[in-house]
């Protein structure tokens, strides 16, 4: 069984540019969230998707923006950078129905500098 | 709203030592409650839940934590750490209905020989 990958690892780019991040959900989950986990921080919630639909946002700008596909694997796309974006972007992964919380298995993540 | 507190920013203990890491969060109705640890470059880990029934959790690593409602806590104790236990600890709540989790600030162990 493949856990949740995600790539690329590292990544460095300037201000006001536009970047993806991708996020391969672990087999048989159809549920992906993406956390933010700035320097000393805890992780924060972006976002969630379910079945390919937004499901549950946090306080995060439209800017960040996200996509799954169908299969179920998953985009975080972050416009106009900022130099706050510099963070460990974590995506996790679960199989999710709403009768009940299920557990979710986090990503190595990628770490995106911003100059 | 939810909340997750971990007062403790910094932990030192000698290994074999007894851990406790302190965590307390606000929320309206019964928490799902979690413990994950992070190694240095690594993403999270699960220890241990809580979503219901017996107040003390047994978790891996020879984790376990105990859920005291009347105190909003969920403190991580292990009678004996050894130095692979130095990492990251994120205390997190998720609330019903959603599955998204607030993490505490997190607390760092460091384990002296």
């Known amino acids: 069984e493949t856990g949740v990958t995600q790539s690329p690892t590292h990544l460095i780019k300037t201000r006001g540019q536009q970047v993806t991040l991708r996020c391969s959900s672990q087999?048989?989950?159809?549920?992906v969230s993406w956390y933010q986990q700035a320097l000393g921080q805890g992780p924060q919630f972006i976002f969630q998707?379910?079945?390919?639909?937004?499901?549950g946002r946090g306080n995060f700008p439209p800017r960040f923006s996200g996509l799954q596909f169908p299969n179920y694997s998953s985009e975080l796309n972050v416009n106009a950078l900022e130099l706050d974006d510099s963070a460990l972007y974590l995506c996790?992964?679960?199989?999710?129905?709403?009768?009940?919380?299920?557990?979710?298995?986090f990503g190595p993540g990628t770490r995106l500098t911003v100059l | 709203a939810q909340s997750v507190t971990q007062p403790d920013i910094h932990i030192t203990v000698s290994e074999g030592a007894s851990l406790e890491l302190r965590c307390n969060y606000s929320y309206g109705a019964t928490p799902y409650l979690f413990w994950y640890v992070q190694s240095p470059g690594q993403g999270l880990q699960l220890l241990l839940k809580y979503f219901s029934g017996d107040t003390l959790v047994q978790g891996i690593k020879g984790f376990e934590a105990e859920f005291k409602r009347s105190q909003s806590s969920f403190n991580l104790r292990k009678p004996s750490v050894h130095w692979s236990d130095a990492a990251e600890y994120f205390c997190a709540v998720g609330q019903t209905g959603a599955n998204n989790l607030f993490f505490g600030t997190g607390t760092r162990l460091t384990v002296i020989p």
């Open positions: 998707y379910y079945r390919e639909e937004e499901n």
């Open positions: 087999s048989g989950h159809n549920t």
């Open positions: 996790a992964s679960s199989f999710d129905t709403y009768a009940r919380y299920n557990e979710q298995f």
